[in-house]
């Protein structure tokens, strides 16, 4: 059974940083796809940052050069590496795995979820 424990969330003020954590059981992650995904109050659940077994990542536009996606597999966990935070990054992240493999994984449809960390940005 697969499962995915996402941990690090927080409250922080503009321009702080945050890592946010992934540990996967019941599958190993550079396997398939792997991602982050964000979903703010009243709007849709957004594709953050992938990580393909190719080692391929992709960002969305929004968080390029601020946020990081990272792979650990020795300790089968993924990681979202977040500086220069702003209030519009304040959403509940959730990391995904999709288990098929893929030379990239941008626009992945996942097959598991974890169950999320809140992200909060106020000053």
């Known amino acids: 059974q697969v499962q995915l424990v996402e941990s690090g969330g927080g409250s922080v003020q503009p321009g702080g940083s945050l890592t946010l954590s992934c540990v996967a059981s019941g599958y190993t992650i550079s396997n398939g796809c792997m991602g982050w995904f964000r979903q703010a109050p009243g709007k849709g659940r957004e594709e953050v940052a992938t990580?393909?077994?190719?080692?391929?990542?992709s960002y969305t536009d929004s968080v390029k050069g601020r946020f990081t996606i990272a792979r650990v597999s020795d300790k089968n966990t993924l990681y979202l590496i977040m500086h220069f935070l702003r209030p519009e990054d304040t959403a509940m992240y959730y990391c995904a795995a999709k288990l098929s493999d893929s030379y990239r994984c941008v626009g992945m449809v996942a097959d598991y979820w974890g169950q999320g960390t809140q992200v909060t940005v106020t000053s």
């Open positions: 990580f393909a077994s190719s080692g391929v990542v």
